[in-house]
């Protein structure tokens, strides 16, 4: 059974920076993609990025494209997010996410993950 625990989260100012990462435990992530989502009160889950099993392979929201930069560390099993020029709208609960999925690809869609974290709370506001 995997656990993801996320950190990082705060508040930052408009134009700011945060850094997120998951910790994960109970199994090797050889055979996990991973992801990224958030949720903004009053709307619907959004996957923010992911990355393959491997890290070949991407996916970044047009939302976040050139701000945001996902990356993992099998050996640590972590994921990290990094994010960049954060804007007032991006204020929501982000979560990391697991799919099992040892392809080189990775899916935007919550209804593929299987295990998540508790999320961590983002805050951009002056």
């Known amino acids: 059974q995997l656990q993801l625990v996320e950190s990082g989260g705060g508040l930052v100012q408009p134009g700011g920076s945060l850094r997120l990462s998951c910790a994960v435990s109970?199994?090797?992530?050889?055979?996990?993609?991973l992801g990224w989502f958030r949720q903004a009160p009053g709307k619907e889950r959004e996957g923010v990025s992911c990355?393959?099993?491997?890290?070949?392979?991407?996916y970044y929201a047009d939302s976040v494209k050139g701000r945001f930069t996902i990356s993992r560390d099998n050996a640590k099993n972590t994921v990290s997010l990094q994010m960049n020029s954060l804007k007032p709208e991006e204020t929501a609960v982000y979560y990391c996410?697991?799919?099992?999925?040892?392809?080189?690809?990775?899916?935007?869609?919550?209804?593929?993950?299987?295990?998540w974290g508790q999320g961590t709370q983002v805050t951009v506001s002056s």
């Open positions: 109970g199994l090797s992530l050889d055979y996990y993609s």
């Open positions: 996410a697991a799919e099992g999925n040892a392809y080189s690809y990775c899916s935007s869609s919550e209804k593929e993950y299987d295990y």
């Open positions: 990355i393959s099993s491997r890290g070949d392979s991407t």
